[in-house]
């Protein structure tokens, strides 16, 4: 769980693969209706949201398949552990969402969920568009490409 510094936010969970599969167009931020339990257990810092996507379900948005860990001291008033979590957007953020999933093919990726510096559960959402293999080819080519410069500019001085 570390603090970023540019922005105070304590990461809970990085979807690091995502910016690898997906090509991200925009970003949002949202804010997610949690229980309680599910509030602690994400202050521990154990969540994954590797699985996990976004998506409408009637006129509300809602995350899927995001893992939050069971609160060991919560006994009987535990949440379950991967059930669907609303959304906080705002109507015209979701309309704008429903519309770019359902006509024009794109999907809703949580990139990191964190708290912000006021101590409420945030999600970062990507609206993104699947990339194909020689994409993701290009993308890592890319990437070794600067590691080699990087390192060759550190040999140098």
Known sequence: MAKDVKTG??????????RFHYEILDTYEA??????????SLRQGKATIGEAYAGPSGEEFFLFNAYIPEYLQANRFNHETKRPRRLLLHKRQIDKLIGATQREGFTVV?????????????????LGRGKKLHDKRETEKQRDWNREKARVLREKG
Do not use: M, Q, S
């Not at 936010?9 to 995502?18: E, G, I, S």
């Not at 804010?31 to 602690?40: P, Q, S």
């Open 31 to 40: 804010g997610i209706a949690l229980t309680g339990t599910e509030v602690k």
């Open 110 to 126: 949580p990139l990191k969920v964190y708290f912000n510096e006021r101590g409420r559960a945030k999600v970062e959402l990507g």
């Open 9 to 18: 936010y304590r990461v809970v969970a990085d979807n690091r693969k995502a």
